[in-house]
């Protein structure tokens, strides 16, 4: 009897105990270098923080910092997710060329024209190819930031007219394609085009409808803005600490699990493609801007899609030169 009551009160503890471990609470802090108001804030973010505290009843939550708060500039998110700073970050592949190789095959023209085409893709060739980039981490969510236009300050709707101009791609590894088309590549983070536009730094820079409006602005120092143009993608992450990930109870585990793939990656895409939709409708109803949407004719399209063909040789060329000879397999299927 003694020991049934002691087996009992044994068994009451360690239920209690598990309770309380369970219930503890968690707060996750996550850096991005956008503004409060971007969309990725008010559209992904938002609804990741809602649906952590709704499913854990309180229990595990997430703190913001936008805006580089939790340090300064774009290119070292991705350390700042490994290394602690935060425990989750928004970032941008490019700036880490060297850490994605196989994903940067996402960036050059192919089939995919927005977000949401772009992510099917992305994930749909994860697990195969892509996965081994990204052992350090916890991937919350992967997509594109669909570069469907030029902003410029020159008319670039021709192959004439890109002849000579310098263009920022999104990413290094497109310098061929660029050079295809005639264009000179420059390399420079999103931060810093508003002011290259503005001081003739650059000509033009590949882009999104949504860079066009509030809070990149760049119709204000843009003359076109020309679509039809081979898309090219910049590969958006989301991804937590592994450490911190690991260090949660399994019911914290189980949330952040149900909420990453194919849920925090679409929701992401939807952020860019309903931004980009309604930064279209800004721009066709807001008056006194001095811009021009310019749309590539067929037949121009048509040389500019020659031209990235000529380019992806040269990219399969300089991958295979570094020991990657599947980057053409790669690439295709993506595009398959």
Excluded: C
């Amino acid at each position: 009897m003694a020991k049934t009551r002691l087996s009992f009160v044994l068994a009451l503890a360690s239920a209690l105990g598990f309770s309380a471990q369970a219930a503890v609470s968690e707060e996750l802090t996550v850096a991005t270098f956008v503004p409060p108001q971007h969309h990725s804030n008010t559209v992904m973010f938002k609804w990741f923080g809602e649906e952590l505290e709704k499913r854990s009843g309180g229990s595990l939550t997430m703190k913001l910092f936008p805006a580089g708060q939790l340090g300064a500039g774009p290119v070292q998110q991705y350390k700042r997710a490994v290394e602690g700073v935060a425990d989750i970050t928004f970032g941008v592949s490019a700036y880490t060329p060297a850490l994605f190789p196989k994903t940067m095959l996402m960036i050059p023209p192919g089939k995919a024209a927005n977000s949401h085409e772009a992510t099917e893709r992305l994930l749909a060739v994860f697990d195969k190819y892509l996965a081994d980039e990204y052992t350090d981490v916890k991937v919350i969510g992967l997509t594109t930031a669909a570069g469907i236009g030029i902003a410029a300050t020159r008319d670039v709707s021709t192959m004439e007219g890109l002849k000579g101009a310098k263009v920022v791609p999104y990413a290094a590894l497109t310098t061929p394609i660029i050079e295809a088309m005639g264009a000179v590549p420059v390399q420079m983070p999103v931060t810093e085009m508003y002011t290259g536009l503005s001081t003739g730094t650059i000509d033009g820079t590949y882009s999104t409808f949504n860079n066009m409006t509030p809070p990149w602005n760049f119709w204000d120092v843009a003359s076109h803005f020309v679509t039809n143009v081979p898309v090219q993608h910049a590969v958006v992450f989301v991804v937590m600490n592994r450490e911190r990930y690991e260090a949660l109870s399994p019911e914290h585990r189980a949330i952040i699990d149900d909420l990453a793939g194919e849920a925090a990656s679409f929701k992401l895409a939807e952020s860019f493609d309903v931004a980009d939709q309604e930064s279209l409708a800004m721009m066709n109803e807001t008056k006194g801007k001095n811009y021009k949407l310019v749309e590539v004719s067929p037949d121009e399209r048509a040389r500019m899609d020659a031209a990235v063909a000529e380019g992806m040789k040269a990219v399969f060329a300089e991958y295979a030169s570094r020991g990657i000879d599947n980057a053409e397999e790669i690439y295709n299927a993506i595009n398959q």
